[in-house]
């Protein structure tokens, strides 16, 4: 993704309110006057697990997934919805992988 797309998903979508109700539910707070890069940054720090990137992925693929639908489905974009969906993908991930 360029440096211009990063900009639209980190001001535009996540100044969606749908965007920063989701985000919040897990207890994230992006500075949307940060650069892409600081806001990464931030969601690594308030989170504190190694895995953080995982989630960050998910939660931004079941955002993606909810504008999807509602844009080729006609489905309004449901929290809830998107968060069942991010539940869904994130236990396959952690099932996948060998604790040491």
């Not at 979508?13 to 600081?38: K, M, T």
């Amino acid at each position: 993704m360029d440096m211009e797309g990063k900009k639209h998903y980190f001001i535009y979508c996540l100044n969606a309110p749908f965007v920063q109700e989701y985000w919040i539910h897990i207890g994230l707070f992006p500075n949307l006057s940060d650069e892409p890069y600081e806001i990464l940054n931030s969601f690594r720090i308030q989170l504190q697990v190694q895995f953080y990137m995982e989630i960050i992925i998910i939660m931004s693929w079941s955002i993606w997934m909810a504008k999807h639908d509602w844009i080729f489905k006609g489905i309004t974009p449901s929290v809830l919805d998107a968060l069942f969906c991010f539940k869904t993908i994130f236990t396959q991930v952690i099932l996948r992988v060998k604790e040491d």
